[in-house]
């Protein structure tokens, strides 16, 4: 299961940074701007679709992991209707430009205005690998927390069964030595009744010889 959200989550960072990059070119196409929106409409409605699977896939994951993987659910939502959010301004702004200034545009096709264009797409191209590489670190980031996470759950685990069974043995112990106790007590009390017969054994002996004496010397 988690494997399995590991690998939504893999896509979806892709997506998303495909996304963003098409956002960031879209105010310097032409032609094919409409194009460009539409495909990234599409791209935003595949991620809607993979969140959704996410949000089902957690549904099934253990009550304690669930919350770390809800809250990331709802990051990449937010992320997600932020990008939608900018392609919605600039298609909107785009399209609504006027034809005068779409006319001024078109006409600036001097070599000054090419460079400047392509330097806006190799701004753009750093700004998506810098936002790619952030997502890459943030996604190991979340990794290994989760693994830090899980080794500390199994060493508390551990921790856990290893008290239990001290806690057994020192149960066990403790009947042992309530037993024992028990062996002694009827030791010493037999001890004690054995002492008693053999004092009166004694004291019946001593009394037959002083009433034969007796009778001896009465004779």
Do not use: C, W
Request: proline share 1%.
């Amino acid at each position: 299961m988690a494997a399995l959200l590991e690998t939504y989550e893999q896509q979806y960072a892709v997506l998303t940074a495909d996304i963003t990059s098409k956002i960031g070119r879209i105010p310097n196409l032409s032609g094919y701007r409409k194009d460009a929106v539409f495909n990234t409409e599409r791209q935003i409605e595949e991620a809607k679709e993979l969140l959704e699977q996410m949000e089902l896939e957690i549904r099934e994951v253990d009550s304690t992991s669930r919350p770390k993987y809800a809250n990331r659910l709802d990051s990449y939502k937010a992320e997600l209707k932020r990008l939608m959010t900018e392609l919605k301004s600039k298609s909107t702004y785009h399209d609504g430009m006027s034809e005068d200034n779409a006319s001024l545009y078109g006409d600036a096709s001097s070599t000054g205005f090419q460079e400047e264009q392509r330097q806006r797409l190799l701004d753009n191209s750093e700004k998506i690998e810098r936002t790619g590489r952030q997502l890459q670190a943030g996604y190991r980031i979340a990794l290994e927390t989760e693994e830090i996470g899980t080794a500390v759950m199994r060493d508390l685990h551990s921790q856990r069964e290893t008290l239990q069974r001290a806690r057994n043995r020192l149960r066990e112990t403790d009947a042992e030595l309530g037993r024992s106790s028990r062996i002694i007590n009827s030791m010493i009390a037999r001890s004690i009744q054995h002492r008693v017969i053999l004092f009166v054994v004694g004291v019946a002996i001593v009394g037959a010889i002083i009433f034969a004496i007796y009778v001896a010397a009465s004779n």
